[in-house]
């Protein structure tokens, strides 16, 4: 969308901006209304102030030359203790959740901790509708929750906000933890958990995994930056066999298959017979009545037909032992794996929590037979994170390589470049004032802060570079002229720019949090570099070109030839 609203700026200014000067521009010679008047004093009190402090700027070039630097400097310093993220944490208005029950829970006994744990939900007054739902692929202990909440000038409270308040009012609840995470508009696939960030573990032998998942879990949920630390690992479910004395049931004349078929009839669900109405038709399914399941007890009411035709209770031939068995044994790939998921604290960074999760692996001793990454969200941050370096420095040298064929130039792209460390400090101080960190949109917003900020060099030094070939003056009088003659398109262009960008940075609305560091970034990187830039870059220039006549001196033993910029204007 961006390149095209660039490409149609482009076909406009070449095209239909020039007609519209030729039809509409006229020389006006009456009186001008007082909001022009108003406005031109303005400017003129501006451009005096700019020209006076100018003046001074020239005088002390030197200091001047130091506090770019300096801005150099403080752009590094700032983008390495930034915090680093991801995607801004939304609020669409929608929170999903996981019920996890301890794993020897019934499905009935399931459904009641649901129940009440849903109940809480909707008596919360920022919730709108709620549903939940167990069983189905993630077994009897577990449940699903979906809630609406209500409009944000209904709620006052953030979707985060209002799932520490329920968290709170849940976690008095035994036997079952809710785990809720707001919905967002962007999302990177992972393996199924109930929070929104995957740390997977895998290992050859599944004993050394079982071993240290709960050691790592309970460390994790020790971390100030986690909330909700949770594992999928499954191994304590509830085994009930029943042990037969064949030589009893034999001598009672009772056989394996009846026993069978008598333990389906009553725990199996068998369908036994179809009820066919006009439209509709009804599976009849045998079981027991649901007040004998309840646990394994209810074997010691059931009778088994013996080849004599009698009932023989299960009790006089058989015995029931219990063990712990595993619900589900978790793959990734074809080894073995436990996903440790968690949700980040309220106003939390990912890259700090990452770094702590990666220290607390090491300070366990974790051993190199188990295997830990991160998965979905977490391990696209990773990804992210190590490329955004040579990112921007990309788009630095696209920017370098462009300006070097436009001026035909070593030296003067790089006094452009000389403005874009301002912008980066402007954009690194505000996403710290609105305590924020640097994820994948700010960053975004920085990079197109790499195109708007060298703009205000660009008219400076075109100009510059022009008066001082056609009118022989020297590169402190040409810049100086060209400060003074460009401030206003400066001035306008970079206003235009914030202006526009200010809907984004105070904007609210559902999901409008995946927007404001955009915003944020450009206004805070534009006010900046227009406060620094019209000093430093004449500045830049001057040096530039003293650097640019000595590297001529020593390469070609004489002054080369002047060459024609092209126009950027």
Known sequence: ???????????????????????????????HNRLYRFSENTFDLLHGTYDFS???????????????IGTVCLNLYLFVQTPKGFFPQQDTGRINGSIIGDQDLSFAAMSKKMRAFTDIVAQDPAVDT??????????????????????????????DQVIAGIRSKTSGIPGAALYLQAVQDLSVGGRGSAAQYQYTLQADRLDDLTHWAPILQQRLAKIPELRDVNSDQQMHGLESAIVIDRDTAGRLGVDVLDIDNTLSDAF???QVSNIYKGLNQYHVV??????????????????????SGKLVPLSAFAHYEHSNTALSVNHQGIFPAITLSFNLAPGASLG??????????????????????????????????????????????????????????????????????????????????????????????????????????????????????EEGLSPVE?????????????????????????????GTGVGSELRRPLGITIVGGL?????????TTPVVYIYMDRLQSLLRRIFSHGPAPATAPAHSD
């Open 352 to 469: 700090p929590a990452v770094d702590h999760i990666e220290q607390a692996r090491l300070e366990l001793k974790v051993p190199s037979t188990v295997h830990a990454t991160f998965q979905g969200t977490a391990q696209a941050f990773q990804d992210s994170l190590a490329g955004q370096l040579v990112l921007i420095l990309t788009a630095l040298a696209a920017v370098y390589i462009v300006l070097g064929i436009l001026y035909e130039s070593f030296i003067h792209p790089i006094t452009i470049l000389s403005t874009i460390p301002s912008a980066g400090i402007g954009a690194l101080l505000a996403i710290q004032f609105i305590k924020s960190d640097l994820n994948i949109i700010a960053l975004i917003g920085i990079i197109l802060l790499i195109g708007i900020v060298k703009k205000n060099a660009i008219l400076m030094i075109d100009f510059a570079v022009q008066v001082e070939r």
């Open 286 to 307: 045998l079981e027991v009545a649901p007040e004998f399941q309840p646990g394994p007890e209810a074997l010691n009411a059931v009778y088994v037909p013996s080849r």
């Open 54 to 68: 100018l003046r001074w700027v020239l005088r002390h070039q030197f200091l001047i030359l130091l506090v770019t």
């Open 527 to 535: 006010i900046l570099s227009q406060m620094l830039t019209l000093f």
């Open 130 to 159: 709620v549903i939940s739902f167990t069983g189905g692929g993630g077994g009897g202990s577990t449940a699903r929750m979906f809630a609406q909440l209500k409009p944000l000038n209904e709620r006052k409270l953030s979707a």
């Open 268 to 270: 199996g669900q068998r």
């Open 478 to 506: 040409a810049i100086y002229k060209a400060c003074l003659l460009r401030f206003r398109p400066i001035l306008m262009t970079t206003m235009a720019a914030l202006l526009g960008a200010m809907p984004l940075a105070l």
């Open 1 to 31: 969308m961006l390149s095209v609203a660039i490409g149609v700026s482009l076909f406009v200014s070449l095209t239909t901006t020039p007609m519209m000067c030729a039809r509409f521009l006229r020389h006006e010679t009456g009186k």
